[in-house]
Every structure is written in structure tokens, then in C-alpha cells.
């Protein structure tokens, strides 16, 4: 698979669908910060299911985290930044105006009320995948979109629990081409490198003043110095 060059402003070029639908990917997250863990593998995935734009949802409040090393406004710029850089990508900031935690289904819900003419894709790693089952009203987000899990080639589906793979393997398809003619409720994998880095890591370096521009775009590292984030 040829990936796009991260050196400079990036577009994909639209691909039609068979059943006529723009394809939309989403991808969630506290980006604290945005770095290349989010955005080579969000690319990849674009390019393999021909997405014509890919939002980025910064969450506000995560159900899952008391907090974020960075306040809304500060991953709000990093994120938009990345925007600037990258055309393809597009900042959705409606998480990051609530006051309460942020629940996928309801941001996929409300995005999908205003793309009718568009199947959506959020974007998860395995690792969500194992938990999935736990997310608030999780069936329902499968209503609005379809998942992709980003894996690595050799993940391995044994490590859900009984109960888990029981209520999620319905849902599991293995040939992309199937999704060209449903809307939505899908979950389907793809396999890619793996990408390892984690913004715990990334924020840990920081403290120790190390900027490591294979894990973090030059104008985040900047902002990041600028600002004085995560010391």
C-alpha cells in the first residue's frame, strides 16, 4: 500500500461507492496530544476503504478518564493544526463543547443525522475492541456507522472473553466489499503495521524534555514548547 507522503498537505482523491455513498471515517480520542499514532494509521485505513474525508473528534470529558494532561482549547489547536497540515482530515469539535462526559453513540448518532447521503466508519484499535461491550448503549452505535478495527496482522480475536466475542462475532465481516451495500452495522478489520506510540509515553518524554519528531508532527512539537504542555 503506498501511504501518502506526511511531509506536506495531504488530499485523497473521492472514490464513488457502489451504492452511491460518500464514505466518511471518524476517529475519536483525547488527543493528548495528536501525534503519529493517530495519523498514519487513520490514513492507511482511509485509503484502504477509499474514504473521502475523515473527521477527527477530540473528546471533552472521556467516560473512561477522570481528565486530560492538556485542556480542551490546547488539544483543540494541536488538533486543528493537523487539520491545516493534513486537507483530508476535519476537526468535529462538538464533544469538546459539552460539560458532561462525551458517549460515542451520541456524537455518531448526530453526525450521521447530518450526512444523510454518507456511510460512516469510527475507527477503533483492539484494544477498544476488548471493551467494546462495555461502552454506553454500544449496540446502538452500530445503528449509525460501521466499526474498523485497526489491527496488527497477527492479532488474535481469543483474547475477548466468551462474552464478549458471543455478542460482537455477529457483527464481524472479513471482506470489505461487503459494506458497499449496507449501510451500517458492521465491524470489520484491518490489519496494518503497528504503529507503537501512546500519548502516556509521549507525555512522559516530555517531562524529561525529549521531542521525539518520529512520534509528533514538527508544528505540535512547536505548539507544545510554546506553551509549555505537559511538563
Known amino acids: 500500500m503506498n501511504m501518502p507522503s506526511l511531509t506536506q498537505k495531504q488530499t485523497i482523491e473521492p472514490q464513488n461507492t457502489a451504492n452511491n455513498l460518500r464514505r466518511i471515517g471518524i476517529l475519536g480520542g483525547t488527543f493528548d496530544p495528536i501525534h503519529y499514532g493517530h495519523i498514519k494509521p487513520a490514513l492507511e485505513t482511509a485509503n484502504w476503504l477509499s474514504f473521502e474525508q475523515l473527521f477527527l473528534l477530540p ?17 483543540k489547536a494541536m488538533v486543528e493544526m493537523v487539520c491545516q497540515q493534513y486537507s483530508f482530515f476535519e476537526l468535529d469539535g462538538r464533544e469538546l463543547q459539552k460539560n458532561t462526559p462525551s458517549y460515542t453513540v451520541e456524537s455518531i448518532k448526530e453526525i450521521s443525522q447530518s450526512h444523510h447521503n454518507a456511510q460512516l466508519f469510527f475507527m477503533i484499535g483492539m484494544d477498544s475492541l476488548l471493551t467494546l461491550t462495555s461502552w454506553h448503549r454500544w449496540e446502538n452505535i452500530l445503528k449509525y456507522c460501521h466499526i474498523v478495527v485497526n489491527t496488527r496482522p497477527d492479532y488474535y480475536l481469543q483474547k475477548l472473553n466468551d462474552a464478549c466475542l458471543t455478542q460482537l ?47 509528533l508532527p514538527n508544528n505540535i512539537v512547536k505548539y507544545i514548547q510554546q506553551h509549555q504542555l505537559y511538563k
Open 59 to 75: 473528546a471533552h470529558i472521556p467516560p473512561h478518564k477522570k481528565s486530560t494532561s492538556a485542556n480542551a482549547t490546547h488539544r
Open 169 to 215: 462475532s455477529p457483527y464481524f465481516i472479513d471482506d470489505k466489499t461487503v459494506i458497499t451495500s449496507i449501510p451500517s452495522g458492521k465491524i470489520i478489520f484491518h490489519p496494518q503495521a503497528k504503529f507503537a506510540i501512546s500519548s502516556t509515553e509521549i507525555r512522559a518524554e516530555i517531562k524529561k524534555n525529549i521531542f521525539d519528531t518520529d512520534k
